[in-house]
């Protein structure tokens, strides 16, 4: 099931009122602005745990203290997920509204009738794949129609028997000097992004 018709049911995406839009809008903002807040203070703990890792006085406790990071990590991992859908409903949702304020503008235009043939499930996705601007609304919407087969997000894989062991290694290395206990909890929470932007010159 896609993200609209868990809000609005089964009414075509361009019949829903703005009132319902606006509320919605509302709603997801207030959401992503709290999982933010959690993710932050997951941070901080994690932090705090690398600082504590470096009084440790035995490999026991190194691990205790690792498989605490990992849970928090792993908590951090799913509140970033969800960030991620929340996002991309608020975009779907804010799209949907600059189309539907700007309706008496669109209605008799091609664009309005290409809009009102594709799917709900066709529309969705191309909505949520676009950042609309009301300056260039039509440009924008007549490129959105060729965004058809653009895929969106997928779920990310975590190898969760490795994890543990690179926790240790960076409690090694905070023990060491080798590394703040602020950029070692980076460090074991931002692997997956930091690899992805990696440019060699």
């Known amino acids: 099931?896609?993200?609209?018709?868990?809000?609005?049911?089964?009414?075509?995406?361009?019949?829903?009122?703005?009132?319902?839009?606006?509320?919605?809008?509302?709603?997801?903002?207030?959401?992503?602005?709290k999982i933010e807040n959690e993710i932050a203070e997951i941070d901080r703990e994690i932090a705090l745990l690398f600082e504590r890792a470096k009084n440790a006085r035995s490999k026991s406790e190194e691990l205790t203290i690792a498989t605490k990071i990992k849970t928090l990590n792993q908590r951090k991992k799913s509140l970033q997920n969800t960030h991620a859908q929340l996002n991309k409903q608020l975009m779907l949702v804010s799209n949907l509204l600059i189309i539907k304020e700007n309706e008496a503008i669109l209605r008799g235009t091609p664009t309005w009738e290409l809009l009102r043939k594709m799917s709900p499930e066709e529309l969705e996705k191309n909505l949520v794949s676009m950042r609309l601007d009301a300056q260039n609304l039509n440009e924008n919407l007549n490129t959105m129609l060729e965004y058809t087969d653009q895929a969106l997000g997928t779920g990310v894989e975590f190898e969760e028997d490795e994890e543990l062991a690179e926790i240790m290694k960076t409690i090694e290395a905070v023990k060491e000097g080798e590394l703040e206990p602020e950029k070692a909890a980076e460090k074991v929470a931002g692997e997956k992004e930091d690899t992805e932007e990696v440019v060699t010159e």
């Open 1 to 33: 099931m896609g993200l609209l018709p868990r809000f609005f049911g089964k009414k075509n995406p361009l019949d829903i009122p703005i009132d319902k839009l606006r509320e919605n809008q509302v709603k997801l903002d207030m959401q992503i602005g």
